[in-house]
């Protein structure tokens, strides 16, 4: 067997990955509804060849990153939860090699950012919800491979927009429901990759991304529910995308 899903209702726990061993081919393991542990993430030492994992588990925190650091064909990693803050990947004897991290909603501050930018080899990483601000933005701008960015619910300001233009390759950022206003737009012009932005949320304007339309032709934005400062209800749906496009919306 090489992927295994564990969806449902049932409770997955450290016990159920002992069967692991069973499984030493596995490339791909998914778990969206458990109570495992740092202990159970042991176990996973097993698989050799594991290359994606999913696990949702609020038992999980920094600790468990140890066992999964040294795995070398890990490329794919999210873990869902409430313990994680960053800390896990500031050591430097564990080797990183991910493509793509997702630990949205965790409690991922400045410092957890600035240990993330020590994997150099990410293209794709979300840490929407987290404590992230412009500090922990700038540290992220050594990822120069980086393709897909969310910090969305985050408290990324203008200044920290103002720093992302570093990243020579970014197509795709998320800065929805963050403070950032039309001052952003003037540096997210300046963006060399950008191709699709998300905006929902935020103080832009309308004549903003009008703007940002006409000096990135053929840019797809997402702006859901715009506010307007001072004010709670402003509401504004815009359909900006290019004709031939039918890629997800990343939330």
């Known amino acids: 067997m090489q992927s295994l899903s564990f969806h449902g209702e049932v409770m997955v726990t450290d016990l159920d990955l002992d069967r ?4 030493p081919e596995l490339w791909d393991l998914q778990v969206m509804h458990s109570n495992i542990s740092d202990s159970g993430l042991q176990k996973l030492r097993f698989c050799k060849d594991l290359s994606s994992l999913q696990v949702f588990s609020s038992e999980i925190t ?25 800390a896990g990947f500031a050591n430097e004897d564990l080797a990183f090699r991910l493509v793509s991290l997702d630990l949205a909603h965790q409690p991922i501050d400045d410092e957890g950012a600035a240990a993330i930018s020590r994997i150099t080899t990410l293209e794709n990483l979300r840490l929407s919800g987290a404590r992230v601000g412009d500090t922990g933005v700038a540290a992220l701008t050594r990822l120069q491979n980086l393709r897909r960015l969310n910090v969305s619910s ?13 990243m020579k390759n970014l197509e795709y950022l998320c800065v929805s429901s963050t403070s950032i206003d039309d001052d952003a737009l003037v540096d997210i012009r300046e963006f060399e990759s950008l191709r699709h932005l998300d905006l929902g949320g935020t103080y832009v304007t309308l004549d903003g991304i009008k703007d940002l339309r006409t000096s990135i032709p053929g840019i797809r934005i997402t702006a859901d529910a715009l506010k307007e400062k001072g004010r709670q209800g402003c509401s504004a749906e815009i359909p900006i995308r290019s004709k031939d496009s039918n890629e997800a919306v990343d939330r």
Not at 20 to 23: I, T, V
Not at 62 to 85: K, P, V
Request: hydrophobic content about 40%; aromatic content about 4%; proline content about 0%.
């Open 62 to 86: 920094d600790a468990g990153l140890q066992s999964l650091g040294d795995m070398a064909h890990l490329r794919f990693l999210q873990l869902e939860g409430r313990n994680i803050t960053g």
């Open 20 to 23: 692991l061993r069973e499984f």
């Open 154 to 166: 985050t408290r990324i300001t203008n200044a920290g927009i103002r720093r992302l233009k570093r």
